[in-house]
């Protein structure tokens, strides 16, 4: 009796090489389904823990205080204990399991495993009230869903899957496809890669029609339709730049620090109570900003752009604090929601000095300056904040103010904050398991 692969192949009159790229391919594709279904399901479950904290802050305004510190150190002591690699935006383990060339090793960054601690520990710090975003570790489980199902592929076929999962994490989540694959070029990988290409195409693609199908055509931030004509207005694009810019790398530098330099200080000695300080510090910035900071900052970032200027006027201070604090504090999270709504802040408080410039071109210049400070991708950052607004009319200034950012960052965080955490993972490895740097992306 003949084999199935033998009557598939005389069914589609394939040669056997292309019915196994065919298979390998279409097993990929449900990969990228895969990872669609579960970023909608994160993103669920994190709007239902964001909404039960806020809750709980109605019935017993202080509860932060008690919770916060509690919470934290038991994420972080999941994140360390239970789910080792979990930890942070997990940004860093996907740039880096890309250049890890034993399997065995590469499991230590990206894995199922992985992916579920990511997610339940990740719940549990919105639940507890962690200004923390989702999509960092949509990317992470992205790429750990995608290893998982190319365990078997040839070994130069393992990076492209990873950088397919990340990218399809980023479309899912943001429902931004273009900035997915944008991201994978400019952030994941650092260069194009043509052999691979078309595995991430057809990975975003499969995760968008997934978040399609479940929650519908939507636009994140809604669409809006600020303007910003050409003439004395533009001061602020140079402005929203360089604060945005320096803002963003000042926060870069600290969690680089944090997380690379204060290797046998109190915060490596003691993580779990470190943690619980930092959950502390979070609960403080709450109690002083009316409780605005807290989760992902997309409701706040949101009313911003769409005209709204009723949250205090230290918004973006404190948020940028607890960003800090949570960001630091070892438990899994990421950082790109929490950026866009720092920099929607920073675009609230320069209209004050502007009034009349308005308020939502303002908050995108902002958002967009903050993210391509913190991250160092300038294309990535415009992309991302554009596709999230369908806001065309703002392309020029968007695109000049992220340009601006990235170079004012650099000034204060000479190095990419992805790349820079990625080496501390790599540091853990036998060298022989990984490639050298340069090699990156080949």
Same mark, same amino acid.
């Given at each position: 009796?003949?084999?199935?692969?033998?009557?598939?192949?005389?069914?589609?009159?394939?040669?056997?090489?292309?019915?196994?790229?065919?298979?390998?391919?279409?097993?990929?594709?449900?990969?990228?389904?895969?990872?669609?279904?579960?970023?909608?399901?994160?993103?669920?479950?994190? /709007?239902?823990?964001?909404?039960?904290?806020?809750?709980?802050?109605?019935?017993?305004?202080?509860?932060?205080?008690?919770?916060?510190?509690?919470?934290?150190?038991?994420?972080?002591?999941?994140?360390?204990?239970?789910?080792?690699?979990?930890?942070?935006?997990?940004?860093?383990?996907?740039?880096?399991?890309?250049?890890?060339?034993?399997?065995?090793?590469?499991? *230590?960054?990206?894995?199922?495993? $992985?992916?579920?601690?990511?997610?339940?520990?990740?719940?549990?710090?919105?639940?507890?009230?962690? *200004?923390?975003?989702?999509?960092?570790?949509?990317?992470?489980?992205?790429?750990?869903?995608?290893?998982?199902?190319?365990?078997?592929?040839?070994?130069?076929?393992?990076?492209?899957?990873?950088?397919?999962?990340?990218?399809?994490?980023?479309?899912?989540?943001?429902?931004?496809?273009?900035?997915?694959?944008?991201?994978?070029?400019?952030?994941?990988? #650092?260069?194009? %890669?043509?052999?691979?290409?078309?595995?991430?195409?057809?990975?975003?693609?499969?995760?968008?029609?997934?978040?399609?199908?479940?929650?519908? /055509?939507?636009?994140?931030?809604?669409?809006? /339709?600020?303007?910003?004509?050409?003439?004395?207005?533009?001061?602020?694009?140079?402005?929203?730049?360089?604060?945005?810019?320096?803002?963003?790398?000042?926060?870069?530098?600290?969690?680089?620090?944090?997380?690379?330099?204060? #290797?046998?200080?109190?915060?490596?000695?003691?993580?779990?109570?470190?943690?619980?300080?930092?959950?502390?510090?979070?609960?403080?910035?709450?109690?002083?900003?009316? +409780?605005?900071?807290?989760?992902?900052?997309?409701?706040?970032?949101?009313?911003?752009?769409?005209?709204?200027?009723?949250?205090?006027?230290?918004?973006?201070?404190?948020?940028?604090?607890?960003?800090?604090?949570?960001?630091?504090?070892? $438990?899994?999270?990421?950082?790109?929601?929490?950026?866009?709504?720092?920099?929607?802040?920073?675009?609230?408080?320069?209209?004050?000095?502007?009034?009349?410039?308005?308020?939502?071109?303002?908050?995108?210049?902002?958002?967009?300056?903050?993210?391509?400070?913190?991250?160092?991708?300038?294309?990535?950052?415009?992309?991302?904040?554009?596709?999230?607004? %369908?806001?065309?009319?703002?392309? $020029?200034?968007?695109?000049?103010?992220?340009?601006?950012? +990235?170079?004012?960052?650099?000034?204060?965080?000479?190095?990419?904050?992805?790349?820079?955490?990625? #080496?501390?993972?790599?540091?853990?490895?036998?060298?022989?398991?990984?490639?050298?740097?340069?090699?990156?992306?080949?």
């Amino acid at each position: 009796m003949a084999s199935l692969s033998s009557q598939l192949r005389r069914l589609l009159g394939l040669s056997y090489p292309a019915l196994q790229t065919l298979l390998r391919r279409t097993f990929f594709l449900i990969g990228g389904l895969t990872v669609g279904g579960v970023a909608v399901l994160m993103a669920f479950c994190a /709007d239902q823990a964001q909404t039960a904290f806020t809750a709980l802050l109605g019935r017993w305004p202080n509860a932060a205080f008690l919770i916060t510190p509690i919470g934290f150190g038991l994420a972080c002591l999941l994140a360390q204990k239970v789910f080792p690699g979990s930890q942070g935006s997990g940004i860093p383990q996907v740039i880096a399991a890309r250049r890890v060339i034993d399997p065995k090793s590469r499991l *230590s960054l990206v894995s199922v495993r $992985i992916a579920i601690g990511k997610i339940l520990v990740m719940i549990l710090g919105l639940l507890c009230g962690a *200004s923390i975003g989702r999509e960092g570790p949509t990317v992470q489980v992205g790429a750990s869903i995608m290893g998982a199902f190319g365990y078997k592929a040839p070994p130069f076929i393992q990076p492209g899957l990873l950088l397919a999962g990340g990218a399809a994490g980023i479309a899912a989540a943001f429902n931004t496809p273009l900035a997915g694959i944008v991201f994978a070029i400019e952030e994941l990988s #650092r260069s194009f %890669e043509a052999r691979t290409s078309g595995l991430v195409l057809g990975c975003v693609i499969a995760a968008g029609l997934t978040s399609l199908a479940v929650v519908g /055509d939507y636009t994140y931030f809604g669409s809006t /339709d600020a303007i910003l004509p050409l003439g004395p207005a533009w001061i602020i694009v140079p402005l929203c730049g360089v604060i945005g810019g320096l803002a963003g790398g000042l926060f870069s530098r600290i969690l680089i620090l944090f997380s690379t330099g204060l #290797r046998s200080t109190f915060v490596k000695r003691r993580p779990i109570i470190f943690a619980m300080i930092c959950g502390l510090g979070v609960a403080a910035c709450g109690f002083l900003s009316q +409780n605005s900071i807290y989760g992902t900052g997309y409701e706040q970032a949101h009313a911003i752009v769409h005209g709204d200027d009723t949250l205090p006027a230290t918004f973006s201070l404190f948020k940028f604090l607890a960003s800090t604090f949570s960001s630091i504090a070892g $438990i899994p999270g990421g950082v790109f929601a929490p950026s866009l709504s720092v920099g929607a802040g920073l675009g609230a408080s320069i209209h004050h000095l502007f009034p009349v410039v308005p308020l939502g071109a303002l908050a995108l210049l902002g958002m967009v300056g903050y993210l391509a400070g913190v991250v160092q991708t300038p294309i990535t950052s415009f992309v991302i904040v554009l596709e999230m607004t %369908e806001d065309h009319a703002m392309i $020029i200034p968007v695109m000049v103010t992220a340009l601006i950012a +990235n170079a004012a960052s650099r000034v204060i965080c000479g190095d990419g904050l992805y790349h820079a955490l990625s #080496r501390s993972f790599l540091e853990k490895l036998p060298k022989g398991h990984v490639l050298p740097e340069q090699t990156e992306g080949l």
